[in-house]
């Protein structure tokens, strides 16, 4: 049986890994390389770094992270933080990422994810979106609609509109972050996820909110997430991944318990 | 010295830095004389069965690959490289290598998972595998051990007996398949952690023993 995945998150800030509310207030927290070394000997299934360095040479910086990440883990690994074209996606590849995400760039040029999905593999593509609630309207029917730059701009577009348009352009999984939730520790957006997984055929990792074990047993239950992103309550020290597992384990979802 | 083969089918920079950290020596070629003086071969894939198969024959692998098999020496496939030794492959309708008798099938939105649930095509996350025959490829490995998949066709060997594992997603499906000198794994064995890496070993370093058949 496929086990549900526990994904930490790693915002990265020139070279290092940073966490506050979402981009604001971000502190350094510590050595991305170091902390993706301790998750993986904590039984991370995959991590996730995220490029939120503002700088010009932010490519550089990241591209050297996660060529030592890829000679320090042997488990998947994907990077996002605005990749936008072929080139970027090919040079985080080669560094020895896994997977890549786009986000904002995917919206207002959506064939990126057909290109790299033909380059690459449609495996490699991951939609990453984030997603505010604003109710039922004529142009966004489910409710929920899709927000770029970390929140601040709106889109008018409907997110189970465009988490299928994505599907069909050959993402091959869909990180769905709630703006809403993110950074309450109040526990994923279960509507949300449920919505999302319920009508795609590719795994959706819910994303935004978790700050307690048992947010993500409602994300892999209620939510049908396929993984889940955790960061502030593993970067802290609240709880570990094996502990998470374990707590997971005994309510009967399928998780990896041997590394 | 392993060579691994590089065909133009995916980043193939994994493979080499996991080899590399279990201190083998290998080298990333298309080269025929390296790949013919190399004491084992690993062909990985990632991507389509038929731009993978086009891009064997365009550099003239296909040929390499199945002499260097008939001679005997040890060939480990990896994902697309575990579907591309099969006969044919539903992917673009592919013919394929034929080093093991047997096709490469395509999960089915139709098919449901353990939840009941459609399935999430590609297959892809931490599974386990049921061996179905005692192999070098398996020492160290326990039950509880998970490997890293991501893939939208599975292998179907024609005969049983090439079926050296299996692994449960809508379907039984062959996750370690192997011929005489050929092993091949469906799943990522360099993005499997330490039983991955176990796995890897066994194959680089570990005694050969040629599957039995």
């Known amino acids: 049986m496929l086990s549900k995945r526990i994904i930490p998150c790693l915002d990265v800030r020139d070279g290092k890994t940073t966490k506050g509310v979402r981009f604001e207030g971000n502190v350094d927290i510590g050595d991305p390389v170091e902390m993706a070394?301790?998750?993986?000997?904590?039984?991370?299934?995959?991590?996730?770094?995220?490029?939120?360095?503002?700088?010009?040479?932010?490519?550089?910086?990241?591209?050297?992270?996660?060529?030592?990440?890829?000679?320090?883990?042997?488990?998947?690994?994907?990077?996002?933080?605005?990749?936008?074209?072929?080139?970027?996606?090919?040079?985080?590849l080669l560094a020895g990422a896994e997977k890549v995400s786009v986000n904002s760039a995917a919206v207002r040029a959506p064939e990126i994810i057909a290109r790299g999905a033909d380059a690459?593999?449609?495996?490699?593509?991951v939609l990453g979106m984030d997603v505010k609630r604003v109710g039922p309207t004529p142009g966004v029917p489910s409710g929920y609609?899709?927000?770029?730059?970390?929140?601040?701009?709106?889109?008018?577009?409907?997110?189970?509109?465009?988490?299928?348009?994505?599907?069909?352009?050959?993402?091959?999984?869909?990180?769905?972050?709630?703006?809403?939730?993110?950074?309450?520790?109040?526990?994923?957006?279960?509507?949300?996820?449920?919505?999302?997984?319920?009508?795609?055929?590719?795994?959706?990792?819910a994303s935004g909110g978790a700050g307690e074990p048992q947010h993500l047993?409602?994300?892999f239950t209620e939510g049908r997430?396929?993984?889940?992103?955790?960061?502030?309550?593993?970067?802290?020290?609240?709880?570990?991944?094996?502990?998470?597992?374990?707590?997971?384990?005994?309510?009967?979802?399928?998780v990896r318990q041997s590394w | 010295m392993i060579a691994i083969i590089d065909y133009n089918a995916g980043n193939l920079t994994s493979v080499a830095r996991a080899v590399a950290h279990l201190g083998v020596e290998c080298a990333v070629t298309h080269d025929a004389d390296r790949i013919r003086r190399a004491e084992r071969i690993i062909f990985p894939g990632v991507g389509a069965a038929g731009a993978a198969m086009e891009s064997l024959r365009r550099m003239g692998l296909d040929r390499v690959l199945v002499d260097q098999a008939a001679a005997g020496k040890p060939v480990l496939g990896i994902c697309l490289g575990c579907q591309v030794i099969l006969g044919h492959s539903e992917e673009n309708d592919t013919a394929c290598l034929g080093l093991v008798a047997g096709r490469a099938r395509a999960f089915s939105a139709s098919m449901t998972g353990a939840d009941g649930r459609p399935l999430k095509i590609p297959h892809m996350g931490w599974n386990r595998i049921h061996p179905r025959r005692q192999?070098?490829?398996?020492?160290?490995?326990?039950?509880?051990?998970?490997?890293?998949?991501?893939?939208?066709?599975?292998?179907?060997?024609?005969?049983?007996?090439?079926?050296?594992?299996?692994?449960?997603?809508?379907?039984?499906?062959?996750?370690?398949?192997?011929?005489?000198?050929?092993?091949?794994?469906?799943?990522?064995?360099?993005?499997?952690?330490?039983?991955?890496?176990?796995?890897?070993?066994?194959?680089?370093?570990?005694?050969?023993?040629?599957?039995?058949?």
């Open chain 1, 37 to 92: 070394r301790r998750y993986y000997e904590q039984g991370a299934d995959e991590i996730v770094f995220y490029d939120i360095t503002a700088s010009h040479e932010r490519r550089s910086i990241m591209l050297d992270v996660v060529r030592r990440v890829a000679e320090t883990i042997f488990i998947p690994f994907s990077v996002g933080g605005g990749i936008g074209t072929i080139e970027q996606m090919r040079a985080v």
């Open chain 1, 120 to 125: 690459f593999g449609s495996q490699c593509i």
């Open chain 1, 145 to 205: 609609e899709v927000v770029i730059n970390g929140g601040r701009t709106a889109t008018g577009m409907d997110a189970l509109q465009w988490a299928l348009r994505a599907q069909a352009l050959g993402a091959g999984e869909i990180c769905l972050n709630s703006i809403d939730a993110d950074g309450t520790r109040q526990g994923y957006e279960l509507t949300l996820t449920a919505l999302i997984s319920a009508n795609v055929t590719i795994p959706v990792i």
């Open chain 1, 217 to 219: 047993r409602a994300a």
């Open chain 1, 225 to 254: 997430a396929d993984a889940a992103l955790v960061a502030s309550m593993v970067h802290f020290g609240t709880t570990t991944i094996a502990e998470l597992k374990s707590y997971l384990s005994g309510c009967g979802i399928p």
């Open chain 2, 135 to 213: 192999h070098p490829l398996f020492a160290g490995i326990g039950p509880r051990d998970e490997f890293y998949f991501v893939h939208g066709f599975f292998p179907q060997p024609e005969r049983a007996a090439d079926v050296l594992a299996v692994t449960e997603y809508g379907v039984e499906f062959a996750s370690v398949i192997g011929y005489r000198n050929l092993v091949a794994t469906q799943f990522h064995l360099e993005k499997s952690g330490r039983p991955g890496l176990r796995m890897l070993h066994n194959f680089c370093r570990g005694p050969w023993v040629e599957t039995t058949c």
